[in-house]
């Protein structure tokens, strides 16, 4: 476990010495090293790690909501290396204001599914996706249920049940 580690955290500090204007932070947390960078040029970070340090396979991306702080959202990618057996974490800061954020679909083709999660629960967008939809929610579901401030009560009953409702009764 040491060595993983030891290693992760050459790698981060790899990252801040080639993008030192992007790295924002290394942080540990039980054992897991995470970098935190900048939205700006995430795709050119991540392309990094993945052709220099071997990160070829996206274990898990997603969308945390931590309202009301600034900025209030992150994208959070949780990279491994099959050759290497090691992992790491990235955080990406995404403004409220603009929530948008670089695609890797063509870094990792099964981000896409991630990214479309993540847009659908959270509205983040990302920049470049090829198919940018919601993928939990129906198309015309007004907002987006994972944010801090999604009304857990009062909401009016979702319009296409109705229609649901009555395709079931033939």
């Given amino acids: 476990m040491a060595q993983k ?10 990252l801040r010495a080639k993008f030192p204007e992007r790295v924002i932070e290394i942080a540990s947390f039980r054992g897991q090293i995470a970098v935190i960078v900048k939205n700006e040029g995430i795709k050119e970070v991540l392309r990094y790690l993945r052709d220099e340090h071997s990160f070829d396979h996206l274990q898990d991306l997603c969308g945390v909501d931590y309202f009301p702080r600034k900025p209030r959202f992150e994208v ?3 990279l491994y ?5 090691h992992q790491i974490r990235i955080r990406v800061q995404v403004d409220e ?24 629960m959270f509205g983040i967008r990302f920049r470049g996706h090829p198919d940018l939809r919601r993928i939990l929610m129906p198309e015309d579901w007004d907002g987006h249920p994972l944010r801090k401030d999604y009304p857990l ?13 009555e395709d079931r009764e033939g």
């Fill in 153 to 165: 009560q009062g909401r009016s009953i979702w319009s296409g049940f109705q229609k649901i409702l």
């Fill in 76 to 78: 959070v990618y949780q």
């Fill in 5 to 14: 580690m030891t290693y992760s955290i050459s790698v981060a500090e790899d």
């Fill in 97 to 120: 204001d603009d929530p948008e954020i670089d695609s890797v679909t063509e870094l990792w083709p099964g981000s896409n599914w991630h990214e479309r999660e993540c847009y659908d």
């Fill in 81 to 85: 290396s099959i050759s290497k057996r």
